[in-house]
Nanobody, 123 residues
Framework: AQLVESGGGLVQAGGSLRLSCAAS????????MGWFRQAPEKERTFVASISRSGSITIYADSVKGRFTISRDNAKNTIYLQMNDLKPEDTAVYYC?????????????????WGQGTQVTVSS
């Protein structure tokens, strides 16, 4: 599977962005998906995950109430709506595909990764 993220950019604190992740070579409808992020000189960390059906979602505590993960299996795409962005949200954001039905917050549980999209939040 190939995953391609888009929608990143530069935004002021308090602003919003919507990231997209489109898949090819494998339908997303059979897989749980996740978003992770990596700030400079830091480890890749979990942001959000969504089950195959979309009925179950989990979030990192740092983004709860501000970010929303969703999916459109017909379009083979998942999304991350990010509201009330903060400078500490600045990172490269990656989508990932897990060959399982259930959510998970561990990077090692995901088999396919996109190249990432940069999100920069200015104060």
């Amino acid at each position: 599977a190939q995953l391609v993220e888009s929608g990143g950019g530069l935004v002021q604190a308090g602003g919003s962005l919507r990231l997209s992740c489109a898949a090819s070579g494998r339908t997303l409808g059979s897989s749980a998906m996740g978003w992770f992020r990596q700030a400079p000189e830091k480890e890749r960390t979990f942001v959000a995950s969504i089950s195959r059906s979309g009925s179950i979602t989990i979030y990192a505590d740092s983004v709860k109430g501000r970010f929303t993960i969703s999916r459109d299996n017909a379009k083979n795409t998942i999304y991350l709506q990010m509201n009330d962005l903060k400078p500490e949200d600045t990172a490269v954001y990656y989508c990932a595909l897990r060959r399982a039905l259930t959510v998970n917050d561990q990077p090692r549980e995901y088999e396919y990764w996109g190249q990432g999209t940069q999100v920069t939040v200015s104060s």
